[in-house]
């Protein structure tokens, strides 16, 4: 198993920058990918992006051109640049690990005022 701590989330004004930080400790061995998700009260948690081992990435449409995920695997850490930010982003925002799907930190609240 592994634990997931996240951290860098903040309340911003529309379109300043925040980078989020997520660190995995555990079996961290296993682990071959790794993303961000984000979650409002009364919605689904929906993916914002992933990377794998291999560097490829995947980024929700809405936020295309304006996050970036990164990981060093060598930390066993992921961060999430976010610029341009808009108040449709304010969320708490997750990280997980594949083949760890459904661990989840504590996640990190971002908060974008208009």
């Known amino acids: 198993q592994v634990q997931l701590v996240e951290s860098g989330g903040g309340l911003v004004q529309a379109g300043e920058s925040l980078t989020l930080s997520c660190t995995a400790t555990?079996?961290?061995?296993?682990?071959?990918?790794m993303g961000w998700y984000r979650q409002v009260p009364g919605k689904e948690r929906e993916m914002v992006a992933r990377?794998?081992?291999?560097?490829?990435?995947n980024y929700a449409h809405s936020v295309r051109g304006r996050f970036t995920i990164a990981r060093d695997s060598a930390k066993n850490t992921v961060l999430l640049q976010m610029n341009n930010l808009k108040p449709d982003d304010t969320a708490v925002y997750y990280c997980?690990?594949?083949?760890?799907?459904?661990?989840w930190g504590q996640g990190t609240q971002v908060s974008v005022s208009s």
């Open positions: 997980c690990a594949l083949p760890y799907w459904g661990t």
């Open positions: 555990g079996t961290t061995f296993r682990i071959n990918g």
């Open positions: 990377i794998t081992d291999a560097g490829t990435t």
